[in-house]
């Protein structure tokens, strides 16, 4: 069992081993010199010292009785024994040559010859301090020797000569073992790096010859700099490419989606020779990976063959060849992998031979990265100066810019291509350049539908071959590969490198424990990614049969082979794969997956006239998007005004990434990256970290008189201890667990990174409808004008209390149709019918309920909603009486410019103004009698005649009523200091209604209106209550209300906002506006883009035409399972404002755990790699090895991984959780407690010094057997520093734990506090009990059996190792016991009084008041 326990102590290892290899001695004081009074200590008495070799010239000068005397036939011999023979092989072992030889061995040594051996003597006054000249007096004593002060000497320092006649053989310390160089390992690393490097060099002149013809064609042409285009000429065709305008869910852009215009290109082709080398150097970086594999098997004894079970067995037994030598191999692998991480982007290409990119099999496309920064405030001169020095690192080593290398491929015409982000790049041979191209199918309506007859199958191939595959192929690598893509980042190399010295340095069990945690947290963010990618694949990814119209037939074909100009034909319940638009027939479209609106959208055909088609104009009732779902196809076979077709048919205008679909899907899968202000920070605290490991250094090889070997693998530990392997892990574990309980609440995170930047929102910007209201309108009333008084009736929320005029508007001004029994069309459309109570037959027909008095209505001419309108207008026969009716409805603004000016009411602007006000969403009705009672004719007559010359007939009213929690979810954010804008396409006057309804607006708050018609135009300013007209709005802002705020809000419309940007005036003025009313999509983007400026921004919206502005903002929540969905690094399935609630509950609590954790890490190095270090090497001792797993392995990790457990405060704090590492809070926090953990380590040994147990029995080295340095714990330095390290340790995760403004009470934190608790129990049982099984376990409050049974502690039925030191034992006396305990308790006791008062307490809360952070002040 002995020697189990022993081989195992053996192949432990901790600072001591190195310790050992050196004679370490205190700088400071003299070690058992003076008790604790200051008297000489009384010495004590040491046995059986083994004396020094006695050597002479001549043996008859060795003392008589040290003179041998050998039996008959012997001979005494050089190595101090009688042989009957001196053989060579027995002088060799001359001890007075001290191992060495030939010119190694000193002249004056080589007539030395020992004398006798003289037997072990006793000390009986032991000065440790003095310890050689006692051992000498000693043996002087024991050999008769009675003056040796002046003739005997010491080997290599005053040799024999003059009055000098004997002297000891006081060996100095053998040279170590080194290499010849020539084993075969080193050979075999000779060969292989030489021959790599002959490669590479080889390879390095073939490529400089090789490429010069290449360079100098490059240099004389319009080549060089070649650059991605983003559109370009087909003349050739009789086509134009042309950038496409976006809808309203693609992100603004002035530039093609496709253009890279900084981008540059570089063609490439494959050589044997490069090829080579590429492999070369992967065999050779795996090669010196396994190099280490072997070092380390060899520092365990674990090689197969002949050397199993040989320790050191490669470096000649010798430890410290052992140990320089894998230092040497860790260092070049170490440096080895960074630089390929360095090189990784240009490597593969530097091993191909550069080309013009029309003559390379690849093509790589070079593109600047643009990083968005989630930072809160202005970096200070530091940060800015670690910044630029970050940049210019970048930049040097192009980590700036996004390299990636994409296969040229060939069509089967031979034309070449490359496809790069999903979209395929064509080699023009007219511009000498790759584009992607986009046909220009025009805009007239006849135009389009004079396409119907498709394409002839050579145009379509043509095409095809231009434009790729209808396909967007999302790539989903497996696991594996996607594990690796993880793992192939500096901070996992970082990870691998110094665990690898963990594991070699016989620390494998926290090695074990610490890899254990990164692959968790390494497998928690694959496992997300991966889920991402999968879930947009299946969004991205689809294929089916359609029919197409190819060489004027019908042939079914798969929708992969689609081109623009293809013309399809629409069936019910077909996905549709690419943009086009409707020229024939009628559909009913399912479009929530880009608007996340349930409500089916009908669509209808191009116009036969001189219209030009806009998709995001009056054009979008004739576009089907990419994604959406046919939920009925109607063909028309008879019509007026639309092409006839027995099919309904459409026209492919955008396939691929060209199709509004592509784009949303290409900007996802290829994002640009974020840089929050934590990595920027980082950066700062990762050089003071380095620094502060350097010094410590510095300090342990001051205080340790050792070798540059034990000073490398001290600092490899600082640094491992200082920067934790576990740091990065600690973050993703914190941010993951948020992410699940996100999920828990169905807030759904596809970029748990976001996490952090959540946590620090500081303005939301929201949508309105949908998002604060219900999702639709509810019929509120109408609101009729009086015939021939132009003026208005009463309001009446009762249709049938309204004149028969108002009734036909109400039943027959819609577009809703009946789709076995599901009302289809706009949801405003569908609350109005169902408010007329009418029925539909036979589609056109409309049946008045019972007892009505109007009659069946037939529809004859419908023109649908168009926004750029603002109107719509439908033509009705009363068939009663055959009379035909126009009824026109629209914004109340638009039927105020097209009605007769005499039938508009004179108080009409004010009576709308104050519906809308109160919430209303106004519409108005006009309508005219036509003359004309044939149907036929009046499908020739043009929509702007028929709906000239009508009267005003009355005034519709919808409300959009506020969610039940809106107002709520508004009063919590406003409370956790988060600013709410609204940012909505509706009316100002409805947004402001809504503002103030939900508490966005403060209630009694004066708002000021800004509109004006358009953004050329100067913008009038309205009091919203008084309706005057305001000339200077700063007075108002000038008036503040007692928050220091200014008491009046500002609201402006959509071209109002463009004025202020063309101005410039919305710099100062966005802060105090509210409300962003008749917003585009595009505006929203710019509204968004603007507050990021200013602090971290949110976005909430629910709808396609929010995506991007989801997308821009730092935070993106969607409340919505649609494509905006997607774009979002947030979903939510609860379309409540209370999800961007929980939103930041969750996202402050993970920024506060992630800090928290980071804070632990961050002090949990600084005990380890400071103070306990520093101990070690001063006084020449270590902590035992399982004390080392117990803190690593026990408290480190498991206390941050309960510390991530803590749940989030119940309601949001007033404040934000702080994100600069570098900020007074954590300065403070991580500050404070490192220096009261450094400052009572200190006074525990200034405490122990005074104790009379301890002074006169203190550990040294001259007492202790310095080659069992396994056992260099067993004293009372140990001890104390064991103590009250694990301790600090064990406080450090529960410190952190306060802060229950984000997070929950600590004491429902009842995991960490069930691990903090058995820690606690089981350190102080170890300290207080007396000697047990579990102390003796640690070596600590323990001795040799025989020591602890003279001490009155009974013999231990345990098995213990004998101890190494001259009390054999290091059991403190239980009065001390208490007292050192209390002591730890005081330590922690303080640390957590720093936290809770200080930290997060009145100190901190006094000190925000009298100095606050310069930070954004904004009203709530």
Known sequence: MTSVIMRILYRATVIAQLVALAAAFQVWHDVNRYDAHGNECVYREKKDVVCSQLCVTKLDDCPASLQPDCPAGQSFCADGACHDKCTEDIQAKNPCHCSRAGNKLPAEAHDLVPCLSIPNVTIQQFHPWKSENDIRSACGREANITDQSTTVGVWGKTWIGGSVSALWAECPRAPAPNYTYGESYWIATYAVNGALAVLILVWSLYKGVAEQHVRAAMAKSAAIGEKLAGTESMSDIGKAVESKSLNGMSLADNASEHAMPNSRLSGYRDHLLGTACVWSIAGVAMLWICFLGVWTADYYGSLPGKYHGTLYSLAYESDFLELATFLIIWGITFIMLIVLYVLKPHLRNYFRLLMLPSEGQYVCVVRPLHEVKATEEKPNVLQRYVNALTDRLTILLCRDKEYTTCLVETTTEGRIFFTYQCTRYVYSDKTQQYAPYEFDLGTAHRGLIGQADGLSSADAAYRLELTGPNFIQVRVPGLFEAAARELVSFFYIYQFIFLWAFYFYAYYQVGLVD???????????????????????????????????????????????????????????????????????????????????????????????????????????????????????????????????????????????????????????????????????????????????????????????????????????????????????????????????????????????????????????????????????????????????????????????????????????????????????????????????????????????????????????????????????????????????????????????????????????TVCADLAREGGYVLAFAHKALAASDPADVGRVAQDQLESGCDLAGLLVFKNMLKHDTAEAIAELKRGSTRVVEVTGDTSLTGIYIARQCGIIPPDSRVLLGECASPAEEIQWVDVDTREAVADIQPYLSQLGPDGFPTAELAVGGCAFERLCTTGEVASLLLHIRVFARMKPSDKVRCVQLHMERGTTAMCGDGGNDSPALRAAHVGIALSSGEASIVAPFSSANRSMMACVELLRQSRAGLATSFANFTALICYGQIMSGMLKMATFYFAISLTENLWMLIDGAV??????????????????????????????????????????????????????????????????????????????????????????????????????????????????????????????????????????????????????????????????????????????????????????????????????WQVVVINGPVRNWLRKKMPLSRLKVKL
């Open 1196 to 1393: 480190a990790t498991g206390l941050m991984l309960t510390i991530s457990l803590s749940g989030p405060a119940k309601r949001l704090a007033p404040h934000r959780p702080t994100s600069r590492i570098l900020g007074p809070q954590m300065l403070a926090s991580v500050g404070g407690v490192v220096l009261m953990n450094w400052l009572f380590s200190a006074l525990s040994y200034v405490w122990l010094f005074r104790q009379d147990w301890f002074r006169c029995n203190e550990h040294s080295t001259a007492e202790s057997d310095a080659t069992k340095w396994w056992l260099q714990g067993d004293n009372y330095e140990a001890s104390i520093m064991s103590f009250v390290c694990a301790f600090q340790f064990i406080n450090n995760g529960f410190v952190v734990n306060y802060g229950y403004l984000y997070r929950a009470r600590w004491y429902r934190n009842y995991a960490l506090l069930v691990v903090w608790g058995f820690l606690m129990a089981f350190v102080s049982y170890m300290l207080l009990a007396d000697p047990s099984r579990v102390g003796c376990a640690f070596r600590l409050n323990c001795g040799t059996a025989e020591v602890l049974e003279s001490l009155g502690y009974g013999k231990p039925t345990w098995n213990i190792e004998p101890y190494n030191n001259p009390l054999g034992h290091n059991v403190i006396p239980k009065a001390s016991r208490y007292e050192l305990w209390g002591y730890c308790l005081g330590n922690m006791l303080a640390a957590n009084l």
């Open 515 to 909: 890899t254990g945690v990164i692959i968790i947290s390494a497998s928690i963010k694959v496992m997300l990614r991966l889920q991402s990618e999968r879930r947009l694949k299946h969004m991205a990814e689809h294929e089916e049969m359609v029919a197409v119209r190819r060489d004027g037939k019908w042939v079914e074909m798969s929708t992969r082979n689609l081109v623009p100009g293809d013309v399809i034909e629409i069936v019910t319940g077909a996905h549709i794969s690419c943009d086009c638009v409707l020229i024939s027939g009628m559909a009913i479209m399912n479009e929530s997956s880009l608007t996340g609106e349930p409500t089916p959208v009908s669509k209808r055909p191009l116009r036969i006239d001189d219209g030009n088609y806009s998709p995001t104009g009056a054009g979008k009732m004739s576009t089907l998007f990419a994604g959406t779902v046919v939920s009925q196809a109607q063909a028309v076979l008879q019509s007026t005004d639309s092409l006839e077709s027995d099919r309904v048919l459409a026209l492919v205008r955008f396939t691929g990434t060209s199709s509004d679909k592509g784009q949303l899907v290409r900007r996802i899968l290829f994002p640009n990256p974020i840089s929050f202000i934590f990595n920027e920070q980082m950066r700062i605290v990762v050089c003071i970290l380095v620094l502060y490991s350097v010094f410590v250094m510095v300090m342990a090889t001051y205080m340790y008189k050792g070798d540059s070997v034990a000073v490398a693998f001290y600092g490899i530990f600082a640094i491992a201890q200082l920067l934790s392997p576990l740091l990065p892990a600690a973050l993703v574990i914190g941010q993951s667990i948020a992410a699940t309980r996100l999920r828990k609440k169905q807030i759904y995170c596809v970029d748990p990174q976001r996490i952090m930047t959540a946590g620090k929102v500081q303005i939301l910007a929201t949508d309105k409808t949908g998002t604060l209201t219900k999702e639709g309108l509810e019929f509120y009333g109408v609101q009729q004008v009086l015939g021939q008084q132009a003026r208005f009736g009463e309001f009446t929320s009762e249709l049938k209390r309204s004149d028969e005029l108002m009734q036909m508007g109400m039943a027959s001004c819609h577009a809703v149709k009946d789709l076995n029994g599901q009302l289809i069309g706009n949801p405003v459309d569908i609350e109005q019918w169902v408010a007329s109570g009418c029925a539909l037959e036979q589609g056109e027909t409309i049946v008045p309920p019972k007892g009505s008095a109007l009659g069946t209505l037939r529809v004859v001419r419908r023109f649908e909603f168009v926004h750029a309108r603002a109107s719509m207008s439908v033509v009705v026969q009363d068939e009663r009486s055959g009379q035909l009716h126009v009824f026109v409805k629209g914004s109340f603004e638009r039927l105020k410019a097209i009605s007769n000016a005499s039938s508009v009411p004179g108080d009409y602007d």
